[in-house]
């Protein structure tokens, strides 16, 4: 199993491209999700999502769209870069619980820098 | 409001010292879950180990112990006979009953010195 994969590993945009970042799990878990890391701040939660064909906001959704059309995908979107873009982004999945919080399994993570 | 404070920024010791980081938790939910990461240099978060908030036995794993104490809304960790591969940033993190989500802390960078 490869686990959580996300393409690409580092990209440089300049200010106002688009680009979509892709994470795929293969352990069939139900949740996913996008969370960004900067410097002094831990991560932080863009968007997840509990199930195919249902997204939701995290604590820090601007600027960014996200879609899950398959079980196994999950895709960020950044529609116009900015600067503040700049960080590097973790995809997580976790399985099903009703009851607790289970435990998340992360990506590799992928660099951005936007200029 | 839930919230996950780990106040050491960066903690460095010599190899085979013991060293512990630090991690306090807010929350007003009775159920709730806390999680310790480890980020080595290489980038990718490597999950530790989970914890339920009606449990309050210390783990031990190899040279990692936990000490989880709900009175002081701790969940701190413990490397014994500390290794240059144990250099790392580690995170503390926060799940709630019936969320989804994680509250992280922003990390304890830990240097190990040969």
């Known amino acids: 199993n490869a686990g959580v994969t996300q393409t690409p590993k580092f990209r440089v945009l300049k200010t106002g491209q688009s680009m979509t970042l892709l994470c795929a799990q293969d352990m069939n878990h139900e949740y996913m999700y996008w969370y960004r890391q900067d410097p002094g701040m831990g991560l932080r939660l863009i968007h997840y999502?509990?199930?195919?064909?249902?997204?939701a906001k995290g604590e820090v959704p601007d600027g960014y769209n996200v879609s899950r059309l398959k079980k196994q995908n999950f895709l960020l979107g950044l529609e116009s870069a900015a600067p503040s873009q700049t960080s590097v982004y973790f995809c997580a999945s976790s399985p099903p619980s009703r009851r607790y919080t289970d435990t998340q399994y992360f990506g590799p993570g992928t660099r951005l820098t936007v200029l | 409001a839930q919230k996950v404070t780990q106040a050491q920024t960066e903690i460095s010791v010599v190899e085979k010292e013991d060293v512990t980081l630090d991690c306090v938790y807010e929350t007003r939910d009775t159920t709730y879950y806390l999680f310790w990461y480890k980020q080595p240099p290489s980038g990718e978060l490597v999950f530790l180990i989970r914890?339920?908030?009606?449990?309050?036995q210390n783990e031990i794993s190899g040279r990692y112990s936990w000490n989880f104490q709900k009175s002081t809304s701790s969940f701190n960790f413990t490397i014994t006979a500390s290794q240059v591969v144990d250099s790392a940033v580690y995170f503390c993190?926060?799940?709630?009953?019936?969320?989804?989500?994680?509250?992280f802390g922003t990390g304890t960078r830990l240097k190990v010195l040969a």
């Open positions: 914890r339920n908030s009606f449990d309050e």
């Open positions: 999502s509990v199930g195919e064909g249902t997204t």
């Open positions: 993190a926060l799940g709630g009953s019936g969320t989804y989500k994680y509250i």
